[in-house]
């Protein structure tokens, strides 16, 4: 077994602390990883305080996960001893029903097991995130970083950006599309990102001005408050699609509006409440409400070599894992631009790189 150095919760009201544990040694189809950064997601607060319930404890968190390859078991092919690897937000699945035979391995049929707050395939062991020293990953849902892509500010992509590239994928986003993005985060200034690597015009959905200046330089040509009730009469059936990234409650119906005949408004925020939908704000024009679940492994490369491709990454604000619970607080303030990366080179007793 292999004594992993970490931070952990030990429960729902305990503030995140260090934590070791012990993770099984790779196998023949197995990598290990040293992990070198891991992202920081709104979910990881979610889980870590048990505001979804069901949170299993002790709890190390973390599925953004990048690090270089320090060994690999004698059948892996995809990766090699070097290599610098990302880690999702799982890490197995059946791989034999339906969904995984279509690439969509998080919607496995027998039970995908989640990075962390989740279990092996065993169903007893359970499962420890990135905010640790290192990783060890069937080959299968181990990512391959391409060259050229920071690793600190490439970590987030393997939620937030493949969160929202998927959609945008689903949805055939493509030059000339109008897209509304609600919510300028960590999710939102990624699918800025996307939408106009993929030719769209961008309109951001705020509740203030105060990131309208970023949203600008990220790309986005238009910038409207939702406060202002003036916003939807003004905007009404212009859009297309609309990535919905907002995790606070907040009235669909009236996005709806926004929608030309036949868009789509894709939900990837969740909030902690169901929303009504009245049904003229979907019959009124043949309008979707959809939602979109992270992404396959397969998708997820194909989003790594796009990031690669296109030179996108996540805005980053770097930190050690002693100010995590900072980092936090931090979050639910909106006082990060727009995604913490914890550097794992602070963890006591975390490996060289």
């Not at 034999?96 to 969509?104: A, G, K």
């Not at 097991?113 to 062991?125: C, H, P, W």
């Not at 606070?248 to 929303?275: F, K």
């Amino acid at each position: 077994m292999l004594k992993t150095s970490a931070y952990a919760a030990a429960a729902a009201g305990k503030p995140l602390a260090p934590y070791s544990f012990e993770q099984r040694e790779p196998g023949p189809h197995d990598v290990l990883i040293d992990i070198l950064y891991c992202g920081v997601c709104h979910s990881d607060i979610h889980q870590a305080r048990d505001e979804w319930g069901g949170s299993i404890y002790p709890m190390v968190p973390g599925h953004e996960i990048i690090g270089r390859v320090r060994q690999v078991g004698q059948h892996v092919k995809k990766l090699k001893v070097g290599d610098m690897a990302g880690v999702g937000c799982m890490v197995d699945a059946c791989r034999d029903c339906s969904s995984c035979r279509q690439d969509l391995e998080q919607f496995c049929l027998k039970g995908v097991a989640y990075t962390y707050n989740s279990t092996e395939l065993d169903r007893k062991t359970p499962t420890h995130g990135g905010y640790a020293s290192q990783i060890v990953v069937a080959e299968h849902f181990a990512l391959k970083v391409p060259a050229g892509l920071d690793p600190a500010s490439a970590a987030p992509l393997l939620c937030a950006g493949i969160t929202t590239y998927s959609p945008l994928r689903q949805w055939n986003c493509k030059k000339g599309d109008r897209v509304g993005v609600v919510g300028l985060g960590g999710l939102g200034h990624m699918a800025v990102k996307f939408a106009v690597s993929m030719g769209a015009e961008v309109t951001v959905l705020s509740t203030s001005r105060a990131k309208e200046a970023d949203a600008r330089r990220l790309g986005a040509q238009a910038f409207e408050v939702t406060r202002d009730e003036a916003t939807f009469k003004r905007l009404a059936g212009r859009l297309d699609l609309i990535i919905d990234t907002i995790s606070a409650q907040h009235d669909y119906n009236q996005y709806l509006s926004l929608l030309r005949p036949q868009g789509a408004m894709v939900l990837v925020g969740v909030p902690p409440e169901p929303a009504p939908v009245a049904a003229f704000s979907l019959i009124g024009g043949n309008k979707r409400l959809a939602g979109s679940s992270i992404g396959g492994i397969a998708e997820t490369q194909e989003m790594l070599d796009y990031c690669a491709k296109h030179q996108i990454v996540s805005d980053i604000e770097i930190i050690p894992i002693q100010k995590i619970n900072e980092a936090y607080e931090r979050m639910l303030k909106g006082d990060v631009r727009y995604r913490f990366v914890i550097d794992l080179a602070s963890l006591s007793g975390a490996n060289a790189r």
